[in-house]
């Protein structure tokens, strides 16, 4: 099956940095890739859709200028968590949809998750 | 909210035994997924079902989908310990037209060897 890969898998910064996450498709291209955050026991909240070549559309309540997403080709997405402060910290996963593959556009492939602790 | 609602929140069953989740969700749905997580790792998509269909089978996995009730299960047969996970129902919406995948609250099943 398609493969997503996400870096790094943990990370560990002090308050007020900014931390970028990359998740990318292996073996396929992805016109469209997600972002979700998941708080420990927790459901996944979809953040924010990201379109290669253009802008991200936010979910609501999600600040756009706190998590800067940048989907520059069809292989790769960056999600960046600017100052990061320790309510930032949660599980984020990212997934991609295949258009071409045998999953269609229904199926998204998820990445494994970044996990972010800001002290 | 972007969250359907599952039950049981958390399920204990003895190696051999069947497990059976529910979800609900709110509004028309162009298919509904499920999917399993292992503690503190990525999703893996198990069977999607559409909503032009009732039941749907793949190995010891069996969905069913009443849009009547905006309702479906997930029952796994003959559960093994290697089945102890968190388990997601998520919606894909007719509104979102990009498909954007909407998760329930979740299950955790935990089989007993």
């Known amino acids: 099956g398609a493969v997503v890969s996400q870096h790094p898998s943990w990370v560990i910064c002090k308050s007020g940095t900014s931390v970028k996450i990359e998740c990318r498709s292996l073996?396929?291209?992805?016109?469209?890739m997600f972002w979700y955050r998941q708080f420990p026991k927790q459901s996944l909240m979809l953040m924010a859709t990201?379109?290669?070549?253009?802008?991200?559309?936010?979910e609501q309540g999600v600040e756009k200028d706190k998590f800067l997403i940048n989907h520059a080709s069809l292989t790769l997405s960056t999600l960046t968590v600017t100052s990061a402060h320790p309510e930032d910290s949660s599980f984020y996963i990212c997934?991609?949809?295949?258009?071409?593959?045998?999953?269609?556009?229904?199926?998204?492939?998820f990445g494994p998750g970044t996990r972010l602790l800001v002290l | 909210s972007q969250q359907g609602e599952e039950d049981p929140q958390a399920l204990s069953i003895q190696e051999g035994e069947n497990a059976t989740m529910n979800c609900s969700y709110k509004t028309s749905i162009n298919n509904l997924q499920w999917y399993r997580q292992n503690s503190g790792r990525g999703l893996v998509h198990l069977i999607l079902?559409?909503?032009?269909?009732r039941e749907k089978h793949s190995g010891r996995l069996r969905v069913t989908l009443d849009t009547s009730k905006k309702s479906s299960s997930l029952l796994i047969t003959a559960s093994r310990a290697a089945d102890t996970a968190s388990y997601f129902c998520a919606t894909a919406r007719i509104e979102t037209g990009a498909n954007n995948l909407f998760f329930g609250t979740g299950t955790r099943l935990t089989v007993i060897p």
């Open positions: 990201s379109n290669e070549g253009s802008k991200a559309t936010y």
């Open positions: 079902i559409r909503s032009n269909e």
């Open positions: 997934s991609a949809r295949d258009f071409v593959g045998t999953g269609g556009r229904e199926t998204q492939y």
């Open positions: 073996d396929f291209q992805a016109t469209t």
